[in-house]
């Protein structure tokens, strides 16, 4: 696998293998690799020529200091886990590499990023799109993947690649789940024992009510999750998804399922 630093160089690594009829995958993350972000890769892999994954950390989608101080670092891990799964390139800049403005330049989106997990977080989509802007533009890969585990946010990239007429191609992956059927998720790990056993009683709930959509559904979910001890910031349906954004301790966890079909 090769590792690439300078954004300079990425672009110019990626052109040539265009260049040489090679389409590229990618699957841009913020690292401490699990079985989410592998499924991603994996799909990659099958559909395109060469993978390429990156793992920055972006400061400008967190608006708690303290979450993006706690977020969890397995660099060496990552990386030994990309090796084993045959990953053509990583690209690990830092963020003076990606941020040669200082962020004076923004993405902003004008509707959607403003709901669900916009709407106590103000300015992360904004870092997240604009964040994931800078990673296509070098990247220019035929591909690009994302989990539906955060659908929103998979929707405003699609919707931005399109706004911005990006060649590359946004799939949606399905959400990968712990046995518990707890969405896998680089933050679980910050959960204690009986947290993660409470954590998976979120889509145990979602997928009731997602199974036997009615008037008031969201509501009913909220307030079960709400009487087993959920802090629920959110729980909402937008289309064919029941979303929900719940807090237990001090750990944030989103999850998604589909109404009627309960196979993501
Ligand atoms: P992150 O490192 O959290 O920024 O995630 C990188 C990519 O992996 C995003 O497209 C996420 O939606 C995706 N992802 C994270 N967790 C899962 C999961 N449990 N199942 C599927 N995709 C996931």
Redesign the pocket.
């Given at each position: 696998m090769i590792q690439i630093q300078n954004p300079v160089m990425w672009k110019q690594t990626m052109e040539q293998n265009t260049a040489a009829g090679l389409k590229t995958g990618f699957v841009?993350?913020?690292?401490a690799l699990h079985k989410?972000?592998l499924?991603?890769m994996e799909r990659a892999q099958a559909e395109q020529d060469l993978l390429a994954v990156s793992i920055f950390v972006n400061p400008t989608q967190f608006n708690d200091p303290t979450d993006l101080r706690d977020y969890p670092n397995r660099i060496e891990e990552d990386i030994a886990k990309l090796t084993d799964i045959k990953a053509d390139y990583l690209f690990l800049p830092g963020y003076d590499d990606l941020y040669p403005d200082s962020c004076r330049y923004s993405v902003v989106e004008k509707d959607f990023s403003g709901q669900l997990c916009g709407r106590n977080r103000p300015g992360h989509f904004s870092g997240v799109l604009t964040v994931v802007l800078k990673l296509l533009l070098l990247t220019e890969a035929k591909a690009a993947y994302?989990?539906?585990?955060?659908w929103q946010?998979y929707k405003l990239i699609k919707g931005m690649a399109e706004a911005f007429f990006l060649d590359t191609e946004i799939i949606a992956?399905p959400?990968?789940r712990e046995d518990s059927g707890l969405?896998?998720?680089?933050r679980n790990e910050l959960l204690s024992s009986s947290e993660r056993n409470q954590a998976a009683r979120l889509y145990e709930v979602l997928s009731k009510y997602a199974r036997n959509p009615c008037a008031g559904a969201a509501e009913s979910a909220a307030q079960e999750l709400a009487a087993q001890g959920f802090a629920v910031e959110y729980l909402q349906q937008v289309e064919d998804r029941l979303l929900a954004a719940v807090q237990i301790g001090s750990v944030r966890l989103i999850d998604n399922v589909r109404v009627t079909a309960i196979s993501s």
């Open positions: 841009p993350t913020m690292g989410g972000h499924s991603l994302f989990g539906e585990k955060d946010q992956c959400v990968v969405a896998c998720s680089s």
